[in-house]
Structure formats: C-alpha cells, structure tokens
C-alpha cells in the first residue's frame, strides 16, 4: 500500500534571503555559506490531509546554525521543530525544542508489534532539550544536558493513560554527555563522530515516574572525490519506568528508514546504517542507504531473527548550506515512505 503519496513537493524559487557569502569560488558543495534562507514546501498523507510548511535555516560564524522545520495540516495539526548549535569561543550551546499538537500512530510495544494493531491518536507536547558545554581538548566536548518535557494525552491515547491519568504529564530530567568530532564542514563529509549521554528522570523533578535514559552514537564518513560513504550505529536503553513518549523508537525519516515513524517501540533500541551519495550535477546527489535494528527489553531478548531491515533510496539537494532531503524507503511491510526534509538523517 502506497502510505505516503506526494503530490507536491515544490520549493519555490523565489525565497526570502540574506545572505553573507565566502568569496572562494568553489562549488556549493564544499562551501559552508552563511545564510538567511526560507522554503515553502507541501505534501499529502492518508494520516494528516493536506500539510504545509516551511524550512527554515540561518547559518552564520561557520558553525553556528538555527533550523526551523514548520508544519501545519487542514485536520488543524501543528508542529514545530528548531535546532539550535551556537558556538561561543569554547562555550557551545545546543537546544532542540519541539512543540506539537498532532495525531500519531501507536503499534503497541514490543518488537513483535503487529500492524493489525495500530491505533491513533492526539496528543499535545513541548519539550525543550538543551546541553550547555565546553571544548575540553581538541575536537572534544563534555555537556551537562537537561530535558524538560510536558504531554497532555487525548482520551484515545491508550498508551500514556495507561501510564497515568493524569491530564498534564511531565518528564524532567538532568544529565551529562560527551562527543568527539572531527568531521569536515563540508556537504561531503570526512570524519568521526561519537557521541555518549546520560539522562536521570528522578521523581523529586516531578516526573510521575523514576527512570533513565543511556544513548550512544558513533558515525563514519569517508568521501571518493564526487561521493561519500556514510555510516551511523546508535543505541539507546531506558532504565526504570520511562514515559511512553520516552520510549526508545526505530521508523521514521531517520532511523530505520523504510518504517513509519515510532513503527517499533520498547526501553532499549540498536540500529546500524549505511548510505551512499553520489553527486548526480552541481549541487544535486542521489543516494541510496540500508539499515538494520531491532527494539527489546532486556539483553537477553536480543536475535538477529526480529532484526528489522529497511532501505531506499533519493536525492539529496543542497541550497545554500540547506541540505534537503526528498527519499523513498521500504522494508520488509512492503510499504513505502515519502520523506521530505530539510535535515540529515545522520
């Protein structure tokens, strides 16, 4: 079944811009620019009716940037996405904040969740995670990360009534993280990346429930003059009694392309993937990636037999330090996936 139909998906020409540019005369694809940009872009679901929205990016002093991802469908569902990476001399500054008020899907937990399952439904939600840190030594950095978090459920939102019932839930969480990165600032990127954090969700915060949150990520770019290969590992394990909007997730349009978003769902996630980019012309790449992983509760629980596998395949288009990002994914459901963004996957 064809899950995801795009009927546009047009970035309009004429955009709003202010723009400081370097001289050098290179191809956009290895210039990081300092830019100002807004684009407007459209889709269809099954799921949301007709959406619109914006993309929206300022980059400036070569590695600070705020993006901006806006949704808005006819079914009155709002959602806004910022990231914000501000380098101060040593201090960084990093904020990711998220405000929705929008249906979602539910396949229940687990990892032999069963599509017959699914249930909708609404929610409200902002959440603000933000880690304030220094460069200790070199391309090394050490974060103290806090996460405040507040869900208000609809009454067809089984999962988080389940859980509690009361109308206003909170999770509030405090931590450290640390991440070395030596990757070139280029759309073709060189490098490793490797990133570890750690997130307590104590009651005395006002969390309903005590748990925490252990993550680490690890990724490899390599590049052969007009193409780069790319490689990202992740894992995630929730300790205690997390929210269910704390659970760990594979699906959507970053890990475990090829699902639909939230597609599997349980305390502890482990995914592997890899994608290839070739430039097709000028400032415009094709791609094609795979990936693996799988959700489970406790170690013991881990086999290469559950193992979900998705892939696919698309352009990847970079407009003034924007890369944008239209694929197509599948995996074993024989569904496809339209993923159209302004964001990496990794």
Known sequence: MLRYLVIICLFINQFLTAEIR???????????????????????????????????????????????????????????????????????????????????????????????????????????????????????????????FYYRPYSDDKLAISYDDSRDQFANGIGLSVKYSDITDKFFRDGILYKAGYLFYPDFFGNLKEFSILEAETAFFVTFRESALNTHFTTRYSFGTPHPEKLSTLGGSEILRGYPSKRFADKSIWAAQIQYDIRFYKDLSLCCFASAGDVFSRFSDITIKYTKVGYGGGILYEFKGLAVRMEAATSREKEIQIIVTGNRAF
């Open 22 to 148: 370097n001289t050098d005369e290179q191809d956009s694809l290895n210039v990081s620019e300092k830019d100002f940009i807004i684009l407007p872009f459209g889709y269809y679901t099954n799921e949301t009716s007709v959406a619109i929205g914006l993309f929206s990016q300022l980059k400036f002093k070569e590695k600070n940037r705020i993006f901006g991802n806006f949704i808005y469908t006819l079914k009155n569902q709002i959602m806004l996405f910022m990231i914000t990476d501000y380098h101060l001399g040593n201090i960084i500054f990093y904020n990711k904040l998220v405000t929705e008020n929008y249906f979602a899907e539910s396949y229940g937990t687990g990892s032999l969740s069963n599509l017959k399952d699914k249930f909708d439904y609404r929610y409200i939600k902002l959440e603000s995670y933000l880690e304030t840190g220094k460069n200790i030594f070199r391309n090394s950095s050490v974060f103290i990360a806090t996460d405040n």
